[in-house]
């Protein structure tokens, strides 16, 4: 089925308008409609019952990230003017959800992106970084790529809102979120432990006005999403990730200077044992 998307504001709002794929695994014939659009205290109470149903059917190794949280959860959320919720809706089903959360400070921005080592905010003026966030889709609407679709959405809605940067987070076993991530071009540029609940993060970044430049060393290195210390080892050493394979479960690196401007011990890297294993493209 087509999802092209179909754009237009509605009282000065973003609405984007698309057909499902699929519902329940089955590929529908008929076209059955999604919409996105921003969320208000008005739909509290549906993203209250949004947040349980999907609470209560997570698989294992979906934990990370979803906490379930009732309707007053969410009337206290929108007391913060610097959190911006959107929806998918089908009809009036709210059934996929998300958050943009402007920071404005590197203090701000470590509530969301904690123990990330890169200042985004160190010399530079009028740094506004959009943190992403709750990316949840009913089990029953999954396979139509909404996650990267309100991704998509959230990179226009951060730029309507000035921000210089988006960042999020994954949970390192989350292989299921990267997929939309690096489709929408984040990189993979540090890895880190969660305070809240001592899980391994990945931390994702795209700057808002080109494409994070890549360093003159041209070698690719592709690696199963799960080779934990060979990667935090790859991204000492300057490698971030630009791209992975949904269907092998690996993510690719490539060198850049962006994040990292030592890498003194960069030609180690070709020498051990373990690295000649890994598959170098």
């Known amino acids: ?47 209250g019952e949004l947040s349980e149903a999907i609470y209560n ?6 934990e990370c990230f979803i906490h379930k949280h009732s309707k007053e ?11 911006h919720y959107i929806g998918v809706f089908v009809g009036s089903r709210l059934v996929g959800m998300s958050y943009l959360k402007v ?37 029953s609407f999954r396979g139509n790529s909404l996650n990267a679709i309100m991704i998509d959405y959230r990179m226009s809605l951060a730029s309507n809102l000035g921000c210089t940067d988006c960042t999020s987070i994954v949970d390192r076993n989350n292989r299921w979120n990267m997929t939309p991530y690096f489709a929408n071009r984040f990189n993979l540029f540090s890895t880190a432990i969660d305070p809240s609940d001592g899980g391994k993060i990945s931390l994702l970044h795209k700057p808002m006005a080109k494409e994070t ?36 479960a690996k993510v ?27 598959f170098v493209v």
Not at 215 to 227: A, D, G, M, V
Request: hydrophobic share 35%; aromatic share 12%.
């Open 57 to 62: 059917n997570l698989k294992e190794g979906e």
């Open 73 to 83: 959860y969410y009337y206290d959320i929108f007391q913060n003017p610097n959190v």
């Open 252 to 278: 690719t690196f490539a060198h850049s200077n962006f994040y990292v401007s030592n890498v003194r011990h960069l030609p180690r890297l070709f020498e051990t044992q373990i690295f000649q294993n890994a």
């Open 103 to 139: 920071c404005h400070n590197e203090q701000e921005l470590q509530e969301e992106l904690p123990n990330s080592s890169f200042n985004f905010f160190k010399n530079k003026k009028d740094t506004k970084v959009a943190s992403f966030g709750a990316d949840s889709v009913l089990p």
């Open 213 to 248: 430049v890549l360093s003159n060393i041209k070698t690719r290195i592709t690696l199963p999403f799960n080779r934990f210390e060979l990667i935090d080892d790859l991204i000492e050493k300057g490698f971030i990730g630009v791209d992975f394979d949904k269907k092998e």
């Open 1 to 47: 089925m087509n999802n092209t998307l179909r754009k237009y504001e509605v009282n000065n709002q973003m609405v984007w308008q698309g057909s499902l794929s699929k519902v329940d695994g089955i590929s529908q014939e008929k076209p059955v409609h999604f919409y996105i659009r921003p969320l208000s205290v008005e739909n509290a109470q549906q993203m």
